[in-house]
């Protein structure tokens, strides 16, 4: 028992040494350049900017089998070559979509009858989330592959809808895994300050965010989701019957801590894309450990 104390109290500490990385590392969006299209873009960027994948280096914009992805309006930072690749995929082909239909699908069937509107709500919520962020994800990351181009306007739209996004993921699988347990004590309390985590980061994501202060609280807030709550559920589930399911959480860590930390470094597929990858897995993980706890129940 003091073995697996000790165990959780180092995964913890991991944990907490992530969000803190990522806290002292706000975005950089302070220095504003004026927005430009289509092929005028291409030609505006050739001089390059501050490329977060080579540790701050000035680089030219990047390309894409041949041409050039214009860096992001807000920072300036260029947009590496495979950067929101998977998620236009998945938006564009509507495959996350289908398998986002087909988990809420699968789990209203197996759920006990009459249905239970916290059951439908909570499986809904998850598929609804996990659709959001393939879509704000390819919004925010690939409007050079949009008519239009990249614009500081549009982009702010995405980014405040971003931070509402992944927010949402935390909360909803939160609240899904929470249930599951059955709501042993104290998670009540820990749902509710998820819910309001995520009303917090609504609100200053589309009042203060762009401003410094405002990215600062919304990682804070984030950094509290996912390393406070989200890891004080993990305990719980490893003192639970259902224990697997902790590994849920261990999906999505990855690729935060990758995020967090900036590694790797890469032109083409660096730490955010790794990101992604991570996210997308804990999704399809979350969504396959329901539908496996329910075939088993």
């Not at 962020?133 to 995405?158: M, Q």
């Not at 990215?215 to 950094?223: C, D, E, F, P, R």
């Not at 890891?231 to 719980?236: A, D, E, I, P, T």
Request: one cysteine or more.
């Amino acid at each position: 028992l003091r073995q697996n104390e000790m165990q959780k109290m180092v995964a913890l500490a991991w944990l907490c040494l992530a969000g803190v990385r990522a806290l002292v590392s706000p975005p950089r969006l302070t220095t504003r350049r004026r927005s430009v299209h289509g092929a005028a873009l291409g030609a505006a960027v050739q001089n390059g900017g501050v490329d977060e994948d080579s540790g701050g280096a000035s680089t030219s914009a990047l390309p894409v089998g041949g041409l050039i992805r214009p860096p992001y309006a807000l920072s300036g930072l260029p947009r590496p070559k495979l950067r929101g690749a998977v998620m236009g995929y998945l938006h564009r082909s509507k495959l996350w979509y289908l398998v986002a239909a087909g988990y809420a699908c699968t789990t209203l069937a197996l759920l006990p009858k009459p249905l239970a509107s916290i059951d439908v709500v909570l499986r809904l919520a998850l598929a609804a989330a996990s659709s959001l962020s393939v879509l704000i994800s390819d919004g925010y990351h690939n409007p050079d592959r949009r008519p239009g181009g990249v614009d500081a306007k549009g982009e702010l739209f995405w980014l405040r809808w971003d931070y509402v996004g992944i927010s949402a993921i935390l909360t909803t699988n939160f609240w899904l895994w929470a249930h599951n347990l059955m709501w042993v004590p104290a998670l009540p309390t820990a749902g509710i300050l998820a819910g309001l985590a995520s009303a917090a980061i609504a609100a200053v994501a589309f009042t203060v965010v762009p401003r410094r202060a405002g990215h600062i609280t919304v990682k804070l807030t984030l950094a509290f989701q996912f390393v406070a709550l989200l890891g004080y559920l993990v305990v719980k589930a490893l003192g639970s019957p259902i224990k697997a399911c902790s590994s849920i959480y261990f999906c999505y860590l990855p690729g935060f801590v990758l995020y967090a930390t900036k590694w790797p470094r890469n032109k083409a597929f660096g730490y955010h894309e790794y990101f992604h990858s991570s996210v997308l897995l804990g999704h399809l993980v979350s969504m396959g450990f329901d539908i496996g706890l329910l075939l088993t129940s």
